[in-house]
């Protein structure tokens, strides 16, 4: 099914909510194209942190999360958004929950088949594009609050 990158009609909270969901969308379903979209310019000025560690670069960033995640059955779900933006501002700040589930490629119908979950909260920090005017991440962090079930699960991050 095909997902659109750019949705019409979006306030200007919407459409900086929008671009979290489009990095998560790309994030669940392995899509590239989409979760590039989510970053500002050519990327390589984007920030992630995520247990202290930085990674630099939308390039980078893809490697860290979706060459890793991506293949995994997941899915990731915002909650409690909240969006700070002054008026006429090319700038804002994004905050919110996630709750994460994630389990291993094909055995995501498996009823007690392994599985972790996480909830984390998110900080970011993002930019109005000029060339196509939409919101675009420059800096996510990632606190993770508390996980249970199989870590084990979980490829491992370089």
Known sequence: MSRPQTLSGLTEREAIADTMYRVLIGLDHNDISMFNSAFAGNGDDAL?????????????????????????????TLSN?????????????????????????????????????????????LVKDESDESWKIKKWVINVVWSQGDVSIMPKVS
């Open 48 to 76: 992630f942190i995520f247990r202290g560690k930085e990674t630099k670069g939308r390039d980078n960033i893809k490697t860290q999360i979706v060459d890793v995640v991506g293949p995994m059955v997941t899915t990731h």
């Open 81 to 125: 958004i909240r969006v700070d933006i002054k008026e006429g501002s090319k700038a804002a700040a994004f905050n919110s929950y996630v709750l994460a589930q994630h389990c291993p490629p094909g055995r995501g119908e498996e009823v007690d088949g392994p599985k972790w979950l996480a909830t984390a909260e998110y900080f970011v920090d």
